[in-house]
């Protein structure tokens, strides 16, 4: 089983849509939970932290479900500027982060 | 501010050549990484230094070393480079290690022939 596993997608979606994606991570223990967002060729660059009791930012929802040791990341009336690359992030132990290997999103006209 | 800035953007470097990716930050953070980016493996940490005059392996160090040149800079280097080695190399800083986000700079593409 991977440290930090997502379904690589794609997920196609027309505008207006509402889309989730959902992460799980291996270490029970793991404290700290960040969405990333990455464009093609480009750096990821943060999308919001996941804190324990959920938490909201615009049209994204993320939450975290320790006792299932997953993260969920919900986008509301998608646009198409939200295609991308969307990456877990977990801290599993000490002083890394694991990134997954990212969903890919495509929103359509 | 700049934020994360690498050089160069782009290289191409044949087998057993050397070179140096640079990294430089102005956030004032005390945490610095490497990371390689391999289609359908996620980004991969090759080092990190948590602060000024420390560096500690990652998952896939073999290949490289690293400088933290001080509080700003954070070098990699690769001695004698592989086809294997081809990759985007992303540099990310952080405030501190572990449960802190990290922000990156925009990337190398490392191309080894």
């Known amino acids: 089983r991977k440290e930090v596993e997502q379904d690589p997608g794609p997920f196609n979606v027309p505008e207006g849509a509402t889309v989730a994606f959902n992460c799980t991570y291996s270490?029970?223990?793991?404290?700290?939970f960040f969405w990333y967002r990455q464009d093609c060729r480009k750096e990821p660059k943060l999308l919001m932290s996941?804190?324990?009791s959920g938490n909201e930012d615009g049209r994204f929802t993320a939450q975290l479900n320790r006792a299932s040791q997953y993260i969920s990341l919900l986008i509301r009336d998608s646009k198409l500027s939200d295609s991308a690359t969307y990456l877990c992030v977990v801290n599993l132990y000490g002083n890394k982060l694991v990134f997954g290997a990212g969903t890919i999103l495509r929103v359509k006209s | 501010n700049a934020g994360v800035t690498q050089t160069p953007k782009f290289q191409v470097l044949k087998t057993g050549q050397s070179m140096t990716l640079q990294c430089a930050q102005d956030?004032?953070?005390?945490?610095m990484y490497w990371y390689r980016q391999d289609p359908g493996m996620g980004l991969r940490l090759i080092y990190y230094s948590a602060s000024e005059g420390t560096t500690d392996k990652g998952e896939v160090p073999n290949g490289y070393n690293v400088s933290r040149l001080n509080k700003r800079e954070f070098s990699l280097r690769l001695e004698s480079a592989a086809p294997s080695q081809t990759s985007v190399y992303f540099c990310?800083?952080?405030?501190?290690?572990?449960?802190?986000?990290?922000?990156f700079g925009p990337g190398t593409r490392l191309t080894v022939t």
């Open positions: 996941v804190y324990s």
């Open positions: 270490n029970s223990a793991s404290q700290s």
């Open positions: 956030m004032n953070h005390n945490s």
């Open positions: 990310a800083s952080s405030e501190g290690t572990g449960r802190r986000e990290q922000y």
